[in-house]
């Protein structure tokens, strides 16, 4: 099972995993070659990869209460843990989000400026 982030910025939603995330990361890294668009691409990315860590940081601790046992005798500490640094951690995500969008909008001016992404090939 994946976990999906969920990018909603102004009337725009993404929903992707990290796996397709980094996939389409390497595709377009592997296809442009740009050593320009790639850095400003690499800005767009790396706040979402921050994203899904906080998420993973959070949650892994819960899927490791894999028997009974384990959660009687871990999921009181575990919540509590959870419970006194959910606030500072909830907002990380929507900060990375902003970073990225921020940094996807330099990505979309360098394209139309100066970057011609999609050119045309001969058959």
Do not use: W
Not at 9 to 14: C, G, Q
Not at 109 to 116: G, N, P, Q, S, V
């Amino acid at each position: 099972m994946s976990i999906e982030l969920i990018i909603a910025k102004e009337f725009a939603n993404i929903c992707i995993t990290h796996t397709e995330l980094s996939s389409i990361e390497a595709i377009l890294t592997s296809e442009i070659g740009n050593k320009d668009f790639i850095a400003q691409l690499n800005k767009v990315t790396s706040p979402l990869d921050k994203s899904y860590a906080v998420i993973s940081d959070n949650l892994r601790p819960f899927l490791e209460l894999n028997s009974e046992a384990a959660f009687i005798s871990r999921f009181d500490d575990l919540f509590a843990r959870y419970k006194s640094v959910y606030l500072t951690e909830s907002s990380k995500p929507r900060t990375y989000t902003d970073e990225a969008f921020e940094a996807y909008l330099m990505l979309r001016t360098l394209k139309e400026t100066r970057i011609h992404i999609i050119t045309a090939t001969p058959l």
